[in-house]
Every structure is written in structure tokens, then in C-alpha cells.
């Protein structure tokens, strides 16, 4: 009997996701990746003493993980552990306000209402908006191929359009923000889940008002032994189920005759597949994997999400202790956003986001200190001056640092890494750096991401960040189900 081989085209989380489904199905997987690790944007780097998650730096829905071990039959205990946090965040604002995020969201409302000039009802009402968003439309858009006529054939279809008027999709999220608060900070910090997808609060439609309810109504949660354990644990489990890897292996085409994947070509050497699923960026993929294919050109036009501009420093702590997580606000969003989506280089009062994880992990920094991860958020990479644009970052973000917590950061940074939107580019084949594919800029963003299939050529797939339903470790791990449903239904 014939053992169905399937080929999967790099090793990010959706590749992994999609690997071990597949492998669930029965057939013989391999993955090609052209790095010396598994894994995409979610890495790890270990310098002086010090260890950096390198990708994604919020944990939500951990669910889609448990999923993946519930369906291969495996304990989760024995591979990835996890802790639910009780704060999400911290928020430092320009005019000294502090906000801390609880988890709990009555804690938060209260919260809130004391630090802001709100009330509980009016945070409730919105975080209960948020849910009601999330439950009407989490079926199409995230969980099913919206591309496929079957998905709105079902009840739950039926009623999110029967709800479209509730779901605020002719105004933009910070429109909908301000309709809902007065308090200019409020309003600021409920646009700022905008960037979950890599856009801006001021294009984007209010229905990403659903968005704060992935921290809220599902909590945020701390791996144990740092993000990269995520990694690590899916990759252990696609090795245990029999899936194999193949790393520092480039692909150079994937193979098609008579509107049908037959395998890849890395150099001259020829692999064979009943099917090819590809995990790199879908712009990447036509260009180079595809060339002798029609692109879908308006696919394949949308504008990019916005990149990132990281800086790995090991700090030296002197001075009073901090959350996990902590969130900088500059004064000027509207334009910082206009910055970003306009392409210019670089602002002069970013918002600055820090993750320290070394404070649960005692492996992530010597004694006496902290490995901080900090970011701001770039255009994509169009050939701008990077080296310029890195140096006057660097001198603005240490700026506001100082400024916001009262001590200078500078003497204290004993090592120092950076990722831009080049260095991103060039290891994830991510098209100009941006971390989410397409922004989410318009109301029609999601139905023109690319589809988890080919339509032209047979059993020729797509996951990750780049295609339906979007970037982010839950989207992605979505996008392997969906992948792994369609396969189920054409091979069977």
C-alpha cells in the first residue's frame, strides 16, 4: 500500500502545527528549512550569559497548543508547561500615569475606573462588546477556510451576518474607541491592539475591538523555560510522531505539471510529495518557489504589516524592581502610526515595548540582572537608510527609557543584539520584514489574504503569518488546522 508523502516548506510554528496534523493523518512528512533551526520568528539567542526570546513575546489561547498534543495522543505535561499571569502588562504614560493590566477583569475594570476617567460599567460594556465580536465571527474568520463556499453554509455564518451591523466595520478602531471613552489614555491604550496584527488604530476597522479579549477573556500566560519552549515542544513532538526535518536545506522550486504539486527541487536533486504545503511568506513563495506560475498580483499587492526594530540588551539592574511586561506610551501615536504606514524612517518619541522574562527564568540572566527585550514598531524594509535609522532609534528610545523610569539605562547595557527589518527579512523570508504579511488596514483585509490552498494548482497549500487567517502564534497554529482539514477532505 501506497504511503502518502507530504512536504512541508519551512519550520515556523504553522509549519510545525500543519506538520504534526498531517503526520496524524498517516502520511510520511518532511520538512525543509533553510535555517539550522525550527521554528521561524520564534528563536531563541543565547549571548554572554544572557538568553533572548526572539520572536513573538505574548502568549494567549494556549488551548490551540494542547489541541495538538490532545489530537497526537500525547501528554502535554511531558513536553510544555505554562503559568497563567495575573498581570498583563504595565502602561507608563508621558503625563506619570501608570496602568496596571490585571488579568482578572474585574480587577482590571476596577483598575481602570481609578486610574482613568471612566467607570466600571463603561469597561465592562466594552470588554463584554469585545467577547460578543469575537463569538460571531471566530468561526469564519479564524477557525474555517474563508475561502471556501462550504464555510458560509453554517448557523454560524448566518448569524455573524445577521450581526454585521454590530460588528463596527464602517468606522475605524480608534474611531470606535473614541466613541466609547473620553479619556484620551483609555482610547490609547484599547488602539494599541491594533499593532497585535501589525496596523494602525487609525485605518483599521473597529471590529479589531475584539481583539483585547484574547488577554481578557482567555488570560495571558508564561512559558516555562521562555517562548522558544514552544518551539521546542512542537518540534519534539513532530520528531516523536515520526515526522522528519531537514535543516540548512534550501528549496528552489516546488514542482508542478498539469496544475498539479509534485514535489520540490532542492538543486538538482528532485523530492516527490502527494502534496506541498508551504510555511514560507506567500509573496516569497510565488516569486522565487513559483516562478513560472500566474501570481495572484492583488493578493500579492496588499500593503505590508509594520515590522519591528529589536533591541536584545542584558541589563545590569540597579535600580527598583519591574513587571514582566511593560509598555511605553509615546505622546504623538497618531503620528507614529502615520510614520509607519507612510513609510518614513524613523519618530522621535516611540512607543517602547519591554519584555523582561529573566525575572522567571533564572537560566535567562546572570545574577543581578535582566535580559530585556525592546522594541518598536518600523515600516518594512524599502531599501531606507537602516544603519542611520538604527542609531537614531537607539538614542531616542534610551531617552524616553530614562525619562520614564528616572535612571540611566545606558551604563548598564553589558550586551547588545539587534534585529531590524533586514535581519528579519533575510532569516524568516518574511517580504520587507513585516511580521504579520498584509495589514489589516480596510474592512476587506481578511478576504484578500491568500487562501490556504491553491486554486489553480492541486494539492498545493499555504500556512503561516503571511496567508488566511493571519500572523500571531494563535492565528498560525489556526492556520495548520485549517491546512490539516483541508487535506483530510482531499485525500479521503
Known sequence: MHTKKAIIIGSGIAGLATAIRIRNQGFEVAVYESNMYPGGKLTELDQQGYRFDCGPSLFTMPQFIENLFIESGRSIKDYFQ???KEVICNYFYEDGTRFTAFADIDKFAKEATSVFDTDMKSIQKYLKKSKSKYDLT?????ENSLHKLSTYLTTDTIKAI???ASLDLNKSL?????GVFEDSRLVQFFDRFATYNGSSPYLTPGIMSMIPHLEQGYGTFFPKGGMYSITRSLYQLAIDLGVTFHFETKVDQILVRHKR???????DLVKESDLVV???DIVPTYKKLLPDQKAPKKVLSQNRSSSALIFYWGIRKEFPEMDLHNIFFSKNYKEEFEYIFDKKQVFDDPTVYI???????KADAPDGCENWFVMINVPGNEGQEWDEILRTAK??????VSRLLHVDIEPLIETEEILDPRSIESKTQSFQGSLYGSSSNNKYAAFLRHPNFSRKIQNLYFCGGSVHPGGGIPLCLLSGKIVSELVKKDFT
Open 395 to 400: 538614542e531616542n528610545i534610551l531617552k524616553k
Open 162 to 164: 445577521a450581526n454585521l
Open 261 to 267: 504539486a509534485l514535489g520540490v527541487r532542492i538543486g
Open 174 to 178: 480608534h474611531e470606535f474607541n473614541s
Open 278 to 280: 508551504s510555511n514560507m
Open 355 to 361: 519584555n523582561i522574562s529573566s525575572k522567571n527564568e
Open 82 to 84: 505554562y503559568s497563567k
Open 138 to 142: 471566530s468561526s469564519l474568520f479564524l
